[in-house]
Structure formats: structure tokens, C-alpha cells
């Protein structure tokens, strides 16, 4: 029994230690995903809010030209009210992608914040990030999110933004508990020993560690979202799942 837990152990070490992009060079799954997503993205809001290539006005409605056929003026036809439904499509990933990537960039980058400060410096530091992050993961988040739509009547972003601020602690606790665990490690005291600063140090070490038209087109591109998001997280699981590799 306890041989075979050792062995494990070893397993586990052993494939930890491969870093991540060599583990996927190799996974199909993991690239097409993400090369959906990316596609997605590009589509979503480079297109719309830096370019500003709108084929047409998503809103604009145009009797004339009702239950079009793909043309060279329509690239995927119009709907029953004569919309573009390209332009339809561009506005509505749009909608679907950038609140929640709002939401997750605001908990990432300010709980990793936190979460590296608090455990790196411990003390009364720790100990201020930790009351502060305690408070605000005490309040049920759909609490303070219904508080806000009843009292500010806010649009999707700010509610994004309050979703991302309730989701810090989360991330801050991940964070901190890792680098807890790193900062008594080797690489750090050698850092600190060839003069990096407190920040350089942290930072670097522990981050670098009918009409088919009308519904074959939306149709299309939520299948591409959902595929996307399906492959890359299935070969994710590939990647990080050490017993596949036995």
C-alpha cells in the first residue's frame, strides 16, 4: 500500500514537472478551442469597437429587403425584419463575450494582486488584504448584485464589474496559499541574494513558474462558441490530468 503511494507521488512529481506548453505541443483538442475563441473574440470586438466595420447597422430595419438569400451585399442574408444578419451576429458575440471577460480579467488581475502581496509580506499586511477580502466574501454575491440593479439601475458592464469585484477573494485565497508555499523555497532566498527587489522577486518567480439562412448563420456561430469552449476545455483536462499520462 504504501509503495503504491509513493509510486503515485512519484507519477505526479514526475509529470508536474513537464512544463505546460511542451504538454501542449501535442493536443489538437487545445488549439482548435482556443483558436475558436480567438477567432470569436476578433470577430466580437477588435472588428466593432477598433475598427468599426459594422457591414451594417444590426438595428436598421429595411422592409425592401426581407428574408434575403445570401448576396454580395448580405454576406448571410437578412432576417424577416430585412436585418443584417452578419452584423447581428458581430454585435451579439460582442455582447456575449465582453462583459464576462470584464468580469474575469477584474478577478484575476486584482485577486492575483492581492493574493501575492498578502503572502509574500505577511504581518499586519496579510492581515489588512485578509479583513478586507473576508468582508466583502461574507456578502452573498447575488445579494449585492440585486442591491445594485434596484438601487443604480446599472448596465451589463457594471454589473460585470461587480461580479468580478465579489469573485477577488476566490482567486486572492489560490494565490496566496501558493505562494506561501513557494516564497520558504531555494529560488526565492536566491533572488533576494542576488539583490532583486521584494516585487521583482515575487513577480518573477512565481508567475513565470425554412429560409435556412435566417437560422443557419446564428445558428452556426453558437455552435462554434460552444464547440470552441468544449474542445479547449476537454483538452485542458487532457493536459493537466496526470493519470492519462500512465
Known sequence: MRTRYIQRGAEVSEFSQ????????????IQIGFGLFVVLFVLSSYITA??????YDPLE???KEMM???DYKHILGTDFMGRDILSRIIVGSQAYFMPGLLAIIIA???GTMA?????YNGGRTDSIISYILDLIDSIPKMVIILLAIAFFRPGIYFIMLIVGITNIPTVASLIKSKVIFLKKRNFIEAAKALGLKTVVAAGKDYFFRGDFFLSTAPAAAILISILGFYLLGDGLNNLLEWRRKR
Request: aromatic content about 10%.
Open 61 to 63: 430595419i429595411n422592409l
Open 115 to 119: 493574493g501575492l502581496v498578502s503572502g
Open 68 to 70: 434575403q438569400p445570401p
Open 50 to 55: 477598433v475598427l468599426h466595420l459594422l457591414p
Open 18 to 29: 513537464i512544463p505546460i506548453w511542451r504538454r501542449a505541443n501535442k493536443k489538437d483538442l
Open 108 to 110: 484575476i488581475f486584482f
